[in-house]
C-alpha cells in the first residue's frame, strides 16, 4: 500500500493556459474523489468516480473543468483556459465502497499567474 | 443538506494542557462524522471516525472525540497537548447515501506554546 499519489505537487501556469494533474489511488479502493482547497478554508467537494463512472460533480466544477478515470484506475482533473481564481490546492483522496473515511494524497498546489 | 461548524478559528494552549476543538453538525440522516488532521503542505489524514456504536471515540495520537446527538457536536480532545499537535484540524461529515460524499468545516489551527 503505497497510499494516494499525486503528481505534480507544485503547478505554475500563466492564466489562459490548460493544466491536467493526476491521482492515483490506493489500489484497492473503488472510489475516488476531487476536492479543492482555497487558502484558510476546508476542502470543497468536487467530484467523485466509482470506478470508472462520474457519479456526482459539484455546481463549483464549471465547463472549464473534466474529471475522469478511464480504467476505473488513475484519475486526472483537467481545467482549461486557468484564472487567477484556480489557484488552489487540489486533493485527491480515495475509499472502499461501504467505507466512510478517505485517504487522502498531498495535493497539487496550483498558482495561476 | 450537511454542514459542519468549528468554532473557533484559532486555537491557542500551552504545551502540557487541554486541547479541545469545537464542532457542531447538521445532517438529515443519522451522520458519520470525522476529524482530519492537515500538516503544512500535505493532504489530509484521518484522525478518527464515528460511524455507529460507541459514541466516544479513540483516534491516533491520543486524541479523541464524543458523539453528543442531542447537542449535535463531535468535539476533539486531548487531555496533554504536544509541540507536534500544531497543526491544522478539519470536522467533517457524511451520509450514507450511496457515495459518502463528505462534507467539510473550515478548520481550526491548533497552536501550541512551549
Known amino acids: 500500500d503505497t497510499g494516494v499519489s499525486q503528481n505534480p505537487r507544485h503547478k505554475i501556469t500563466k492564466r489562459g493556459q490548460n493544466v491536467t494533474f493526476r491521482c492515483d489511488p490506493i489500489?484497492?479502493?473503488?472510489?475516488l474523489y476531487w476536492y479543492r482547497q482555497t487558502l484558510g478554508q476546508g476542502p470543497e467537494f468536487l467530484t467523485y468516480?466509482?470506478?470508472?463512472?462520474?457519479?456526482?460533480k459539484s455546481r463549483l466544477l464549471s465547463d472549464r473543468f473534466s474529471a475522469e478515470r478511464p480504467k476505473g484506475s488513475f484519475s486526472t482533473l483537467e481545467i482549461q483556459r486557468t484564472e487567477q481564481g484556480d489557484s488552489a490546492m487540489y486533493l485527491c483522496?480515495?475509499?472502499?465502497?461501504?467505507?466512510?473515511?478517505?485517504?487522502f494524497g498531498s495535493g497539487t498546489r496550483l498558482t495561476v499567474v | 443538506a450537511q454542514s459542519v461548524t468549528q468554532l473557533g478559528s484559532h486555537v491557542s494552549v500551552s504545551e502540557g494542557a487541554l486541547v479541545l476543538l469545537r464542532c457542531n453538525y447538521s445532517s438529515s440522516v443519522p451522520p458519520y462524522l470525522f476529524w482530519y488532521v492537515q500538516y503544512p503542505n500535505q493532504g489530509l489524514q484521518l484522525l478518527l471516525k464515528y460511524t455507529t456504536g460507541a459514541t466516544l471515540v479513540k483516534g491516533i495520537n491520543g486524541f479523541e472525540a464524543e458523539f453528543k446527538k442531542s447537542e449535535t457536536s463531535f468535539h476533539l480532545t486531548k487531555p496533554s497537548a504536544h509541540m507536534s499537535d500544531a497543526a491544522e484540524y478539519f470536522c467533517?461529515?457524511?451520509?450514507?447515501?450511496?457515495?459518502?460524499?463528505?462534507?467539510f468545516g473550515a478548520g481550526t489551527r491548533l497552536f501550541v506554546k512551549a
Open positions: 467533517a461529515v457524511s451520509e450514507d447515501t450511496g457515495g459518502f460524499k463528505t462534507i
Open positions: 468516480f466509482q470506478n470508472e463512472a462520474q457519479l456526482e
Open positions: 483522496a480515495s475509499s472502499l465502497v461501504g467505507g466512510p473515511g478517505y485517504t
Open positions: 489500489s484497492e479502493h473503488n472510489r
